[in-house]
């Protein structure tokens, strides 16, 4: 079955930088598209934050992120990662890992929090 795995959350000061990654079993990740979402406390809705299709590499970013976050994947090692530069208190968040399949149905990893704090 379609597995995510997120790492690499933890608590960084204002300026600093973190790297996620996202491990992916249990389909052809090299076929499909991947997304980093968050959510903020006190939100109930999850924002994407980052987008990598499949064998292009195209990325979009979220507006807020967009110069700071850098998306990527490794087609080899069914990996794929969240560079974030230049973090701001606003950035706090769970982060998650995401894929939807053919049929619309969306996967998720169990989340990573990320907290910038001085």
């Known amino acids: 079955q379609v597995q995510l795995v997120e790492s690499g959350g933890g608590l960084v000061q204002p300026g600093g930088s973190l790297r996620l990654s996202c491990v992916a079993s249990?389909?052809?990740?090299?076929?499909?598209?991947m997304r980093w979402f968050r959510q903020s406390p006190g939100k109930a809705e999850r924002e994407v934050v980052a987008?990598?299709?499949?064998?292009?590499?195209?990325?979009n970013y979220a507006a807020p992120v967009k110069g700071r976050f850098t998306i990527s994947r490794d087609n080899a090692k069914n990996t794929v990662d969240l560079q974030m530069n230049n973090l701001k208190p606003e950035d706090t968040a769970v982060y998650y890992c995401?894929?939807?399949?053919?049929?619309?149905?969306?996967?998720w990893g169990q989340g990573t929090q990320v907290t910038v704090s001085a």
């Open positions: 995401n894929t939807r399949n053919r049929q619309g149905d969306d996967y």
């Open positions: 987008i990598i299709t499949a064998a292009e590499g195209l990325t």
């Open positions: 249990g389909f052809t990740f090299s076929d499909y598209t």
